[in-house]
């Protein structure tokens, strides 16, 4: 007996089960934001020319500021989506106690673990891939190599070309390259796996690849941005407009001992140098922080340099986003209804049209008090618990014709234990 084929989804709808989905779970949609976005357009519009710039070459950054609740994740998610459409590799980092931002070896290994596109995530090797196909496909073009010996031959001095400026202050990933170029070629498979982990400063890659590839020693702290700069070589050789790369919750660096404090803050200086001196063309920095990050006695007033270059000036209320920081105001009622008529709008593209009787702007309203007031009434602690919340009433609207949302929903937070994230439960009313 045969089964018969699901109806196939358009994109548009496909997109929307997607966004729903996520909100299910409490989590960021993965695409389509813009859908969901309230509040944004001016920050969204200083990120896009940003990215034009990188586009052309240069290299930017931008410090997100903002308490939680305001809104960071959901701009960051917003920004690399944002670079994926106008053809940017992105990768998303989260700082923490295992990833510091002084050990930079471990940040390039989560950029290079975290590659995405807009087809597939884990994208090194499909980056890499690109990049030799289309030294291939420019060579035989123009009529080099008329065999297969001639043709490889040639796309190695490519390599060695393409990657010269790297290569005068370290010939070790033109040589993993090349290795990994002709372990494929050979059928060699693992080796070439070898390669591409040693190119992502994987640990644990054998002596074996680093003789064959004449390579000594790996990837540490002191190279790891010459080889991010390699990296981003390789990406717009396989014709994409740059990377972009999102290091979140950098507030975490706080809590280090002072030394190790100070000498990540001391790598911020670094890169955003790095970037001015334009050494690192076609590579934008998106950071995330909370408001202590910059205004606290261990965040980055702590090192002056730092802070003299990424320092904001705030003397009305009009903020400017051009500055070195976005600073994003809390989260707010009337932010929160405007973001649930448009999950409305996104459940009627995903299934049916909603009864917007029973969803009402009035039933929408009261459903956000009950809740906030269960959380100090915090409307900027919600938003995810909400979102989570309205899906499950969106769908027994539409499973059952007699469910009166305004009648039946009152908000129980026992089905949340377990769940709450830290700064949700420091805020939650107990009731006894």
Same mark, same amino acid.
């Given at each position: 007996?045969?089964?018969?084929?699901?109806?196939?989804?358009?994109?548009?709808? %496909?997109? #929307?089960?997607?966004?729903? +989905?996520?909100?299910?779970?409490?989590?960021?949609?993965?695409?389509? *934001?813009?859908?969901?976005?309230?509040?944004?357009?001016?920050?969204e519009g200083v990120i896009a020319k940003q990215l034009d710039y990188v586009t052309q070459g240069g290299?930017?950054?931008?410090?997100?500021?903002?308490?939680?609740?305001?809104?960071?994740?959901?701009?960051?998610?917003?920004?690399?989506?944002?670079?994926?459409?106008?053809?940017?590799?992105?990768?998303?980092?989260?700082?923490?106690?295992?990833?510091?931002?002084?050990? *930079?070896?471990?940040?390039?290994?989560? $950029?290079?673990? +975290? %590659?995405?596109?807009?087809?597939?995530?884990?994208?090194?090797?499909?980056?890499?891939?690109?990049?030799?196909?289309?030294?291939?496909?420019?060579?035989? #073009?123009?009529?080099?190599?008329?065999?297969?010996? !001639?043709?490889?031959?040639?796309?190695?001095?490519?390599?060695?070309?393409?990657l010269s400026g790297i290569s005068a202050l370290n010939s070790a990933l033109a040589a993993a390259l090349?290795?990994?170029?002709?372990?494929?070629? !050979?059928?060699?498979?693992? %080796? !070439?796996?070898? !390669?591409?982990?040693? $190119?992502?400063?994987?640990?644990?890659?054998?002596?074996?690849?680093?003789?064959?590839?004449?390579?000594?020693?790996? &990837?540490?702290?002191? &190279?790891? %941005?010459?080889?991010?700069?390699?990296?981003?070589?390789?990406?717009?050789?396989?014709?994409? #407009?740059?990377?972009?790369?999102?290091?979140?919750?950098?507030?975490?660096?706080?809590?280090?001992?002072?030394?190790?404090?100070?000498?990540?803050?001391?790598? *911020?200086?670094?890169? $955003?140098?790095?970037?001015? =001196?334009?050494e690192m063309p076609r590579c934008y920095f998106l950071f995330t922080g909370t408001p202590a990050l910059?205004?606290?006695?261990?965040? $980055? =007033?702590?090192?002056?340099?730092?802070?003299?270059?990424? +320092?904001?000036?705030?003397?009305?209320?009009?903020?400017?986003?051009?500055?070195?920081?976005?600073?994003?105001?809390?989260?707010?009622?009337?932010?929160?209804?405007?973001?649930?008529?448009?999950?409305?709008?996104?459940?009627?593209?995903?299934?049916?049209?909603?009864?917007?009787?029973?969803?009402?702007?009035?039933?929408?309203?009261?459903?956000?008090?009950? &809740?906030?007031?269960?959380?100090?009434?915090?409307?900027?602690? &919600?938003? =995810?618990?909400?979102?989570?919340?309205?899906?499950?009433?969106?769908?027994?609207?539409?499973?059952?014709?007699?469910?009166?949302?305004?009648?039946?929903?009152?908000?129980? #937070?026992?089905?949340?234990?377990?769940?709450?994230?830290?700064?949700?439960?420091?805020?939650?009313?107990?009731?006894?």
């Amino acid at each position: 007996m045969s089964t018969p084929e699901p109806d196939r989804m358009d994109r548009g709808r %496909l997109e #929307s089960v997607n966004i729903i +989905n996520a909100l299910r779970r409490g989590t960021v949609p993965a695409g389509g *934001l813009e859908r969901i976005a309230v509040g944004l357009d001016v920050e969204e519009g200083v990120i896009a020319k940003q990215l034009d710039y990188v586009t052309q070459g240069g290299g930017d950054a931008k410090f997100i500021r903002g308490e939680y609740g305001s809104g960071k994740t959901f701009l960051v998610a917003r920004s690399l989506e944002m670079a994926r459409t106008k053809g940017f590799i992105t990768s998303h980092v989260v700082i923490s106690s295992a990833t510091p931002v002084h050990k *930079l070896r471990g940040v390039y290994q989560q $950029i290079c673990a +975290n %590659l995405r596109t807009n087809e597939e995530e884990h994208a090194l090797k499909t980056v890499v891939d690109t990049w030799l196909f289309s030294i291939e496909e420019r060579l035989l #073009s123009v009529g080099t190599g008329t065999d297969d010996a !001639a043709l490889e031959a040639a796309t190695e001095r490519e390599i060695e070309t393409a990657l010269s400026g790297i290569s005068a202050l370290n010939s070790a990933l033109a040589a993993a390259l090349r290795t990994y170029y002709r372990a494929n070629n !050979a059928g060699d498979f693992p %080796l !070439a796996q070898s !390669a591409l982990g040693w $190119i992502a400063a994987e640990p644990n890659i054998g002596r074996d690849f680093k003789q064959k590839a004449g390579i000594r020693g790996d &990837i540490d702290d002191t &190279i790891a %941005l010459l080889f991010l700069r390699g990296l981003v070589s390789v990406i717009h050789g396989a014709r994409y #407009s740059g990377l972009a790369i999102a290091v979140d919750e950098l507030e975490t660096t706080q809590g280090l001992q002072r030394s190790q404090r100070e000498k990540g803050y001391q790598t *911020l200086v670094q890169i $955003i140098d790095a970037l001015d =001196r334009g050494e690192m063309p076609r590579c934008y920095f998106l950071f995330t922080g909370t408001p202590a990050l910059f205004e606290g006695s261990r965040g $980055i =007033r702590s090192v002056p340099p730092l802070f003299d270059r990424i +320092n904001v000036i705030q003397s009305d209320e009009f903020k400017n986003p051009r500055q070195p920081q976005i600073i994003l105001a809390k989260f707010d009622t009337a932010k929160l209804e405007q973001v649930a008529l448009r999950v409305v709008d996104v459940y009627a593209r995903a299934y049916t049209e909603p009864d917007r009787e029973r969803i009402s702007h009035r039933f929408i309203r009261a459903m956000i008090k009950k &809740i906030t007031t269960r959380f100090g009434g915090r409307v900027d602690i &919600i938003p =995810r618990i909400f979102l989570k919340e309205f899906v499950d009433i969106l769908d027994k609207c539409e499973l059952y014709e007699d469910y009166q949302p305004q009648d039946a929903y009152d908000f129980d #937070s026992e089905h949340l234990k377990g769940e709450l994230k830290k700064e949700e439960e420091s805020v939650m009313v107990v009731r006894f």
